[in-house]
């Protein structure tokens, strides 16, 4: 059953949603509302993203991602600052400077919930917009967690089938949404053209195919990651939401009081849910700081402990790897996302804390969370492969112990 996989057919589904890691925008504004405000139309602008677009985008270009949607901003950045002592003072700085060196443009460091850190490039603020790729991979297993907390979705162990129905009596109907999560389901990914330039994202993913048995290896791909989103997506019009967008606005973005920001979708309007959510750093701060906090945030109970605690849990197949999310497993110096993709993500050494998971964004787009150390780190930047996962983390967590 087991297809051959190319290795430039790993790049390609990696870059799919992760080098759209080009981003940040010139908007730095951060409106207020709340979860009744009705989304803006799409964004069209021009013609929807072409492979040239993409090739010659850089940080600084969200415009290059079309459509787009705006997601309204429902909050006040109202997040309080305390004074670091000496040490971490020291570390921070040097975490600062290695960040600068690896084409950081923005670094924010909150401790036990108080930024005591943060440092932008000229022209960069903690609202401004930044395209950190498949950091939406994991805000997408946070809103699976929510579909569960509303009982939307039963289990993470029904089978696909369950939600798709026109995969009834199939073999690729009996995977299972925890397979799909732990990136472990045995389906062939879909092409980078086929996704990325897709009118309508989610008819393509539908038409998946099963290429090996679930369970017998870890492949990170885009289209396991936009399947999810299709299947939530039905989901949540089931229950009366106008889609993914309106979930993810009412029921996360709005009760974490993050600001305005866009999501780039396909032709439809559907998110796309590898790859695309436009927002300032303090707002990827701030999820950061609802997942240490146990899905809490203040008073508000954002998704339950029981779901970011199994969010957490080392997959079968990659101990480094749990639900949609990436953690301290066994340590490799060299992560790979695909076993037959030739990029690597440098790891100088193990993390320093065994409970450490993070958003992984192409090229270094991180949120790091410690809660053993109360630490939270968000860091965006220009796409840099050479870029060393365990550098800040370490510096941050050594200067606690």
């Known amino acids: ?3 051959a996989r190319s290795w430039k057919s790993g790049v390609l589904a990696t870059f799919s949603g992760l080098s759209l890691a080009a ?9 207020s509302g709340d979860a009744t405000q009705l989304f803006a139309p799409l964004l069209f602008g021009d013609d929807p993203t072409t492979m040239e677009d993409m090739a010659s985008a850089t940080t600084l270009q969200v415009e290059k991602y079309r459509p787009q949607r705006i997601l309204p901003g429902c909050g006040k ?7 670091p002592d000496a040490q971490m003072r020291e570390a921070l700085a040097q975490a600062q400077a290695y960040s600068d060196e690896q084409k950081g443009f923005g670094l924010i460091v909150l401790k036990d919930g108080a930024v005591i850190h943060q440092g932008f490039d000229s022209g960069v603020t903690r609202a401004t917009h930044s395209v950190t790729a498949s950091m939406m991979k994991s805000v997408l297993a946070i809103m ?15 089978a696909v089938a369950q939600y798709l129905p026109e995969w009834k009596d199939q073999p690729r109907g009996d995977v299972t949404l925890r397979q799909l999560l732990t990136m472990s ?19 393509v993913v539908l038409g998946s195919t099963l290429a090996e048995e679930p369970d017998s ?5 885009n289209s396991t990651s936009q399947l999810l989103g299709a299947i939530l997506d039905r989901r949540v019009q089931a229950a009366g939401y106008e889609g993914f967008a309106e979930f ?4 996360f973005w709005c009760p974490l009081g993050n600001g305005e920001a866009i999501l780039w979708t396909d032709e439809t309007g559907m998110p796309r849910t590898y790859a695309g959510l436009h927002a300032g750093l303090v707002d990827w701060a701030r999820i950061g700081e609802m997942i240490r906090n146990k899905g809490k945030l203040g008073d508000k109970q954002i998704v339950s402990a029981k779901w970011i605690e199994a969010m957490a849990q080392p997959s079968q197949t990659n101990s480094q790897y749990g639900l949609h999310i990436w953690r301290s497993g066994e340590w490799t ?16 050494e193990p993390f320093a804390a065994d409970d450490l998971i993070y958003f992984d964004g192409f090229g270094g787009q991180r949120v790091y969370i410690i809660p053993s150390k109360g630490l939270t780190i968000a860091r965006a930047g220009q796409v840099n492969l050479e870029y060393d996962d365990a550098v800040v983390p370490n510096l941050l967590i050594r200067a606690i112990e």
């Open 248 to 251: 993810l606005h009412r029921e």
């Open 1 to 3: 059953m087991k297809h």
């Open 23 to 31: 981003c940040a925008s010139v908007s730095d504004t951060s409106s």
């Open 333 to 348: 110096a060299a992560r790979r996302y695909n076993p037959d993709n030739p990029i690597a993500i440098p790891h100088s």
């Open 185 to 203: 389901s045995g389906l062939e990914p879909i092409g980078f053209r086929d996704l990325l330039f897709a009118p309508d994202a989610n008819q």
């Open 144 to 158: 699976v967690g929510i579909a569960i907390d509303r009982d939307l979705i039963a289990s993470v162990d029904d």
């Open 77 to 83: 950045d109202e997040l309080h600052s305390a004074k």
């Open 217 to 221: 290896q870890f492949y990170y791909s």
